[in-house]
Nanobody
Framework: QLQASGGGLVQAGGSLRLSCTASASGRAFSINNMGWFRQAPGKEREFVAHIRWSGGATDYADSVKGRFTISRDVPKNTMYLQMNFLKPEDTASYYC??????????????????????WGQGTLVTVSS
């Protein structure tokens, strides 16, 4: 399972860091890919960022490039999303997701929610103008 945290209320131009920790309740939990998605009220869930667990290669949505940074701490099974220069349009519930098991997500598909088989609960980020 995935546990997300770090959301909150921040003024435009501010920063927040989200965390997502994977745990398997005593079972083996192999991670191939992890990602962040977000969903604003009345809108579809959209891709934010992806990180390949082995090697750390990253991908970003155009809307967050240069402002958000995804990273991971492999020994801690934790992924982070550092969000800087936040804008009101970044307001959404942020969800972390993982691809676990024997299948890895190819680069061209990292933005598809259906490629991920483990999801955390959302953490709300509100950016005031």
């Amino acid at each position: 399972q995935l546990q997300a945290s770090g959301g909150g209320l921040v003024q435009a131009g501010g920063s927040l860091r989200l965390s997502c920790t994977a745990s398997a309740s005593g079972r083996a939990f192999s991670i191939n890919n992890m990602g962040w998605f977000r969903q604003a009220p009345g809108k579809e869930r959209e891709f934010v960022a992806h990180i390949r667990w082995s090697g750390g290669a990253t991908d970003y949505a155009d809307s967050v490039k240069g402002r958000f940074t995804i990273s991971r701490d492999v020994p801690k099974n934790t992924m982070y999303l550092q969000m800087n220069f936040l804008k009101p349009e970044d307001t959404a519930s942020y969800y972390c997701a993982a691809r676990s098991g024997s299948v890895r997500i190819i680069t061209s598909a990292v933005g598809r929610p259906d490629m991920y088989n483990v999801w955390g609960q959302g953490t709300l980020v509100t950016v005031s103008s």
